[in-house]
């Protein structure tokens, strides 16, 4: 049994020994830094170093995969020196990441939940071999999408390196290799150079092909046609190629309309599946030959999403060999075609058996489609689906490529671990991930903690018959927008927009539906915020902000959303019967019931997260407490108009009053607020 072992210290010193290219000056830098929060002191560098970084050479037998690396000793038994060995430049930083973890002791996610390492004056590391496990993903990692709290998260636009550092700090220490990183923001943004100095891979929106230019940005006025302007878009596809011809990069062939719908939508003449194929097929050919022709041995991909997957099932379109085939799930966890607006085929979005060449995945652990989808908050159906589906996924062979869709981060450290694990493993204990996952993160009440999990999802609205048909937090505010808009535009035809859940029949029974779905959801979230406030009462005061930041502050946000929804429903219901004070009374609950999301959002901006939500532009609370602001003066105006002094007449003023009251001295009538408080004790205490 080997019995050495490297004390690791303040004084310890390192020695660098691959040269300073921009990544490993970004790997030096996290190590550096985590040295210093365990130990006190600031990492400094030497030559009789005790622990020496250097690429991996033949004796080392370090395993021979890409980013692959190995810990190694030397030295006598009283002084060991740790060799982290890599296999290239990847290698090196995840050998330094695996010491930071496993040696230093800094949690993956230490920015995002706010846990700095334990401090000590020295670490004993027992001078055994380490190598690196093979992942099961050769190409594995985030699209930073939808990234709204990240964008209006500091002043800068678009977001400096404060942002985005920690972004991909974190995608490295979960063993991801790859990114988009953002959204259609300015391209002189740091989000790209900052990506790649990171020793990050790139790849691409499947919007934005090779990572080009939108065709109408860079010449509006135009029409989006290939046929026509074939010339202007190869020059779009040149001019990106060329960009990042010397960048790690994982190039998406793809060919798309403006604005991420199909292309025939812009160019009608293709008329046809087999038009429109042979046009997708004769592009991806032209782009593959642009690309090969710039850069030797391309990585390439292809987004099998939507239209594209249709056709490529159909056989219509011809992808060529090497070029990996990208499926995507419906955004809510299921590997099957995504719902538009009402047409929900299902149709199935892995490799056909005998399908040959590489394939891979796109998985939303959050999505954002004007529905259902989970923006603010987490994965809404259990963390079963998500282990479920990737397993089908990697049986199917779709295992060379797999882009998690990231958000914000913040919200959802739980399930981007948890598909790390299984990018690295090829599978994951749900049981294990998530006990490891909250004992990293607390000191106490594991069980309680891991219940609250587990009991989330149950807690979520099943708003159809599959088990991916799971409700986020946008299912409480961008329904309601519509209903209050249809509402206000006077119609009482059923809405088509709300079909995909509420069903075809009028606007009354639609809206009833919504209700009934948010009132039976409500005592659930009810009951289990009560239990998060009563384990809450028992943690450190830090643990506390952690577990408001990372689990509390969702489920206000499911429980204001619902008692939101069914306010502004029960405020129809009323209105629809004449009832105008009681839907008056149900349109301002739902003002302060959209009220409590807001605070809550606001509750969880306190240190480093000041401002972080201020940026909620797409769940958007502000704007859907405002549509319920707007509807409640509109039923006030329909039965307290022109002087608001009415109802306080009819329902507040003592009857010795009503008779005798000289109009001159009652002209200030009560706010909206006020009235429908006063109201409510009279009006619903005596219905």
Not at 20 to 49: C, L, Y
Not at 432 to 454: D, N, P
Not at 573 to 588: D, V
């Amino acid at each position: 049994m080997n019995s050495r072992a490297l004390s690791i210290s303040a004084a310890s010193l390192y020695d660098i020994q691959t040269g300073w290219t921009r990544p490993i000056e970004h790997a030096w830098s996290m190590i550096a830094k985590d040295h210093a929060a365990v130990f006190g002191q600031a990492a400094e560098q030497g030559n009789a170093a005790s622990i020496v970084v250097r690429y991996a050479q033949k004796e080392d037998g370090c395993p021979e995969w890409p980013e692959a690396f190995s810990f190694r000793f030397s030295g006598s038994d009283a002084t060991p020196v740790l060799h982290i060995v890599g296999r290239d430049e990847l290698g090196i930083i995840y050998g330094l990441l695996h010491y930071s973890r496993y040696v230093l002791g800094v949690d993956p996610f230490w920015f995002w939940a706010e846990l700095p390492p334990v401090r000590q004056d020295s670490i004993l590391l027992p001078a055994e071999n380490v190598d690196s496990l093979r992942p099961k993903v050769r190409y594995r990692g985030w699209f930073v999408n939808d990234e709204v709290c990240l964008i209006g998260w500091k002043e800068q636009y678009p977001p400096g390196e404060e942002v985005w550092q920690p972004v991909f700090e974190a995608l490295l220490r979960c063993g991801g290799n790859m990114v988009i990183p953002g959204t259609d923001l300015p391209r002189t943004g740091i989000h790209h150079s900052l990506a790649v100095d990171m020793g990050l891979w790139i790849t691409h929106h499947h919007a934005e092909p090779l990572g080009a230019e939108m065709f109408l940005r860079a010449f509006p006025g135009k029409q989006a046609s290939y046929k026509e302007y074939p010339e202007l878009f190869e020059q779009l596809w040149r001019e990106a190629i060329q960009h990042q011809k010397d960048e790690k990069v994982l190039w998406v062939l793809s060919f798309r309309g403006q604005g991420d719908k199909p292309f025939w939508e812009n160019d009608p003449g293709f008329d046809t599946p087999a038009k429109r194929g042979a046009l997708i097929s004769s592009v991806v050919r032209k782009q593959y030959a642009m690309v090969s022709e710039a850069s030797p041995a391309p990585v390439c991909c292809m987004a099998m999403y939507g239209e594209i997957a249709e056709l490529y099932k159909q056989g219509h379109i011809e992808v060529p060999p090497g070029v990996i085939k990208i499926w995507a799930d419906n955004g809510y966890g299921k590997m099957v075609s995504r719902r538009h607006g009402n047409l929900n085929l299902r149709v199935p979005a892995l490799p056909s058996a005998g399908d040959d060449g590489k394939n891979g995945v796109y998985y939303h652990v959050t999505f954002h489609d004007l529905q259902a989808s989970n923006h603010l908050t987490m994965f809404p159906a259990p963390a079963a689906l998500i282990t479920d589906e990737l397993d089908q996924a990697f049986t199917a062979c779709a295992d060379e490529y797999l882009l998690v869709n990231s958000g914000n981060i913040l919200p959802h450290l739980y399930t981007l671990d948890l598909v790390a694990e299984q990018w690295a493993a090829g599978t994951a204990n749900r049981e294990q991930q998530l006990k490891a996952f909250i004992g990293r993160y607390y000191s106490q009440q594991h069980t309680e903690i891991a219940g609250l999990y587990r009991s989330y999802p149950e807690c979520t609205i099943a708003y159809g018959p599959n088990p991916d048909d799971r409700a986020g937090e946008e299912f409480y505010h961008h329904p309601a927008r519509q209903i209050m808009g249809h509402w206000l535009r006077g119609q009482t035809a059923g809405d088509e927009r709300l079909q995909w859940a509420a069903g075809t029949g009028t606007f009354l029974e639609q809206v009833r539906w919504f209700r009934e779905q948010a009132e039976a959801a409500a005592p659930g979230w009810e009951a289990l915020r009560r239990q998060c406030l009563q384990v809450m009462e028992t943690l450190p005061e830090d643990e506390q902000r952690r577990l408001n930041n990372q689990l509390l502050v969702q489920i206000e946000l499911h429980l204001s959303g619902c008692r939101g929804l069914a306010s502004i429903c029960r405020a129809y219901e009323a209105y629809s019967g004449n009832h105008y004070p009681l839907a008056f009374i149900h349109a301002s609950h739902a003002v302060w019931n959209y009220g409590e999301g807001k605070a809550a959002l606001e509750r969880a901006e306190h240190g480093r997260w000041k401002h972080f939500y201020r940026a909620d532009w797409l769940t958007n609370i502000d704007n859907t407490t405002q549509h319920a602001d707007t509807v409640r003066r509109f039923v006030r105006i329909q039965g307290d108009s022109p002087d608001m002094f009415l109802w306080y007449k009819e329902y507040l003023m003592p009857e010795t009053e009503k008779h005798i009251y000289l109009e001159n001295t009652h002209r200030n009538p009560l706010s909206d607020d006020d009235l429908a408080r006063r109201l409510e004790t009279v009006i619903l205490q005596n219905s």
